[in-house]
């Protein structure tokens, strides 16, 4: 069964800073896509970041990037220079081939002005 | 433009009713997905629907809950008796054809009374 762990509930990060959320994940299936999604308080979400599992290189896309550590499984990700606009929850989920999507609890990110 | 258009946005509703919440996707999807959010608690999956069929489902989706795409094109979720633990955000959300991202409608807000 897969398993998304979150460890932080809630992060503070000083605006222009980078701050690291945290993701580990548990699965026996080779083939597997990890993601970041943005709910802000506006209640949606949004789709920030994807790694697949055979991909050899960090993902990117703009400030955000994918700390990929398979042999560890985990999966964080790294926002940099902070924006107030930042602030919001940040969900990792991993979906394995053909599957459905599991997400984690999710960590409350503020950032601070 | 989002690429998912659920409706209503809001639904109230007396326990014991029935809701039937509505999805609209826009381009080529192939598999769609219903996940549900309690108010401050994580995304927790439903089910899965692929070629006009359930694929997977969790301990979540009873019998309470159905799934239809009855004209090809709306996606819709049915809660035959709501209870008072229906009360939560439910979205659907969609993968395309040839990608690995899944993507969230704006999501129904369900009170039930």
């Known amino acids: 069964a897969q398993k998304i762990t979150q460890t932080q509930p809630g992060m503070f990060v000083q605006e222009k800073e980078a701050v690291t959320l945290d993701c580990t994940y548990d699965?026996?299936?080779?083939?597997?896509?990890l993601f970041w999604y943005k709910q802000p308080s506006s209640g949606e979400m949004i789709f920030l970041i994807y790694?697949?599992?055979?991909?050899?290189q960090n993902a990117t896309e703009g400030r955000y990037s994918l700390n990929f550590q398979k042999a560890r499984k985990s999966a964080n990700l790294v926002i940099s220079a902070s924006q107030l606009g930042d602030s919001a929850m940040y969900f990792c989920?991993?979906?394995?081939?053909?599957?459905?999507?599991?997400f984690g609890a999710g960590t409350r990110l503020t950032v601070k002005p | 433009e989002p690429e998912v258009t659920q409706t209503p946005s809001h639904q109230v509703t007396q326990m014991g009713q029935e809701v039937i919440l509505r999805c609209v996707p826009i381009?080529?999807?192939?598999?769609f997905y219903w996940y549900r959010q309690i108010l401050g608690q994580k995304v927790e999956f439903l089910v899965s629907?692929?070629?006009?069929?359930?694929?997977?489902k969790s301990e979540i989706f009873d019998d309470q809950f159905s799934v239809e795409r009855p004209d090809g094109s709306n996606f819709t979720l049915k809660i035959r008796s709501t209870k008072l633990e229906d009360s939560a955000m439910y979205f659907c959300?969609?993968?395309?054809?040839?990608?690995?991202?899944?993507?969230f409608g704006s999501g129904t807000q369900l009170s039930v009374l």
């Open positions: 989920a991993m979906r394995e081939y053909n599957n459905d999507m599991r």
């Open positions: 699965t026996s299936d080779p083939s597997y896509g």
């Open positions: 790694q697949g599992s055979y991909d050899q």
């Open positions: 381009s080529n999807h192939l598999y």
């Open positions: 629907f692929y070629n006009n069929e359930i694929s997977e």
């Open positions: 959300a969609f993968v395309r054809a040839g990608d690995e991202k899944l993507f």
